[in-house]
């Protein structure tokens, strides 16, 4: 049975799976910020445990394939190299779960954060979706709605 596992998560499988495994945590974070499902799903350890799952999986299909580990230090040394470790699809698949967690948990962070300044969620939309598609532009507009509803300006909180 384990073999039939292993041979149906291909690298590409894999990547449909965690594409598709996170819009509902998403889908939850936009239009149902305040539920308790939000809470005890999104917001929680919960997607994380289920995407490190496919990160340790990822990284042991890659040592199965005698993946060079030590050449990830490579994206230190410039651009090119950067460019060259993103042709390997292990490489890239790894990022993209990495990618994928960093924006969700920023989504939670973000549906908490607002719950304390009882910001519109209406209004909360906007930076959630510019978040999943773009990142850090996201945050930034959260950022700026943030301070009129906080009415102060923290660089830290």
């Not at 999104?42 to 990822?58: K, R």
């Not at 920023?106 to 910001?119: C, P």
Request: proline share 3%; aromatic share 24%; with cysteine.
């Amino acid at each position: 049975m384990i073999e039939q596992i292993y041979t149906f998560f291909t690298i590409d499988m894999l990547y449909y799976w965690v594409n598709l495994g996170v819009l509902p945590f998403w889908l939850i974070l936009i239009f149902f910020p305040t539920s308790s499902l939000c809470r005890y799903f999104v917001t929680s350890i919960f997607p994380f445990i289920i995407l490190s799952g496919a990160y340790i999986f990822l990284l042991y299909k890659s040592y199965l394939s005698s993946y060079d580990f030590d050449g990830n230090f490579n994206l230190y040394m410039g651009i090119d190299e950067t460019k060259d470790l993103f042709s390997n699809k292990n490489f890239l698949m790894m990022f993209w779960i990495h990618f994928i967690s960093i924006n969700l948990f920023t989504g939670g962070w973000i549906i908490k954060d607002s719950q304390k300044f009882m910001i519109n969620k209406f209004l909360l939309s906007i930076p959630l979706i510019i978040l999943y598609l773009i990142g850090p532009l996201g945050l930034l507009i959260y950022w700026v709605i943030r301070i009129f509803y906080a009415k102060n300006i923290s660089l830290y909180d």
